[in-house]
């Protein structure tokens, strides 16, 4: 049975031409592999730890916030309609859009800051790598095989959605360069090679752009919910001026909360449309083939110049206004505390770890034992993170 689309894209990845998954399984006949990979990624427990780790803020700051479930949720929705719009698959699009965060730990980017100085001696921590460690080895779910049993492509495109990682000699790119890729990359690319030399699929690329698109506009959201910042102070990003411009004209006595979510959904459009003709235009003066796009000197999928610097200009206007603000790391602050506080615990009384990560713990390999507890507590909640603090520590922190 064929699962390809009368309107697929030359470029585009092939279900019927899947590279396979490395533990050979019988095909499904009403669903393609593509979209199999999606469906275990749903139903997996680190997808639905999701729901109560921290995008910007902790869960209990407010329930309208977003968590990494609902950003997830959301990315997956515009990798869909560029996947759509762009003749591309839409399975391994969504797929890869509900997995980019699958192996952020608690607290955002403050408890990954924290697990990375606990195992600086040890390869550090990069969600990246932690989340192909999840979904290839650290899920339990299936009597054959550990981890999920994605297809290659799957797994190529969690890898690489942001570009390469290495040079053609094996040498780390961009945030590699200087330490090197990760070794639970390297590891598993051995087994079954990921050839991190090149681009990942057009698919990849959706995803990668989409997660840009989500955390532009939701995070713009967020901040007004906040009250960290005014859609009026947002007017000194060019793009949302133009916007909150068009906006007034069209709805001189528009409400201030009507406002803000026209202002978000015309922002995503922009976006969504931006990069649909910049690839468009890519694509008429490269023809690529699927191969030609994995080989190719840069993205295929992209936005274009002008919709670059918007992009810049408004995770410029964020950093200060809402990722640094006082309020917000204050908060990261003590989150990093309670995560090095739960790996130093755990680290020199092993024992109150759970049975089933204390099992098997070489006490002669610190580099063993320090990455088998980052990846328990890579795998906890926000509160759950909390709960195991209150239990060894007092004064645990409110974090809000």
């Not at 990846?375 to 520590?393: S, V």
Request: include cysteine.
């Amino acid at each position: 049975m064929s699962f390809t689309s009368n309107h697929r894209a030359a470029f585009a990845a092939n279900p019927d031409q899947s590279r396979g998954r490395i533990h050979d399984e019988p095909p499904n006949g009403r669903r393609s592999p593509f979209r199999r990979d999606c469906d275990r990624i749903i139903h997996s427990t680190a997808f639905r730890r999701l729901a109560y780790k921290t995008q910007v803020f902790v869960f209990h700051e407010g329930d309208h916030y977003r968590s990494r479930l609902t950003h997830s949720l959301e990315v997956a929705q515009i990798a869909r309609s560029l996947a759509r719009a762009l003749g591309l698959d839409e399975d391994l699009a969504e797929a890869l859009a509900l997995a980019h965060d699958l192996g952020h730990p608690p607290f955002g980017h403050a408890g990954e800051r924290a697990l990375d100085e606990a195992l600086k001696g040890f390869g550090g921590f990069d969600h990246n790598a932690q989340a192909l460690r999840i979904v290839t080895d650290l899920e339990r779910r299936y009597a054959g095989f550990d981890g999920l049993n994605l297809t290659w492509e799957t797994l190529e495109g969690l890898v690489k959605h942001n570009g390469p990682l290495t040079d053609r000699a094996g040498h780390g790119i961009g945030r590699y360069a200087e330490h090197g890729v990760p070794a639970a990359i390297l590891a598993y690319s051995k087994i079954q090679d990921l050839e991190l030399w090149s681009f990942a699929s057009a698919e990849a690329q959706v995803a990668a752009l989409s997660d840009d698109i989500a955390y532009d506009a939701h995070d713009i959201d967020d901040g007004l919910r906040a009250d960290l910042f005014t859609l009026d102070d947002t007017a000194a990003v060019p793009i949302i001026d133009d916007i909150l411009r068009d906006i007034d004209a069209a709805f001189p006595n528009i409400e201030p909360n009507r406002r803000v979510h026209e202002t978000v959904r015309a922002l995503i459009t922009r976006m969504i449309e931006d990069v649909i003709a910049e690839t468009a235009r890519r694509v008429a003066a490269h023809r690529p083939s699927l191969a030609e796009l994995r080989k190719a000197a840069g993205p295929l999928i992209a936005f274009s110049p002008a919709m670059q610097k918007a992009d810049a200009a408004i995770k410029g206007f964020l950093h200060p206004w809402m990722y640094d603000h006082e309020r917000v790391m204050r908060v990261m602050r003590d989150a990093e505390r309670v995560v090095r506080d739960l790996f130093a615990h755990y680290a020199a009384t092993p024992a109150d770890l759970p049975a089933e990560w204390g099992e098997g713990i070489d006490a002669a390999d610190a580099g063993s034992r320090a990455r088998r507890i980052a990846d328990y507590i890579a795998g906890m909640t926000d509160r759950y993170a909390q709960i195991e603090h209150a239990k060894y520590f007092a004064g645990t922190p409110e974090l809000r």
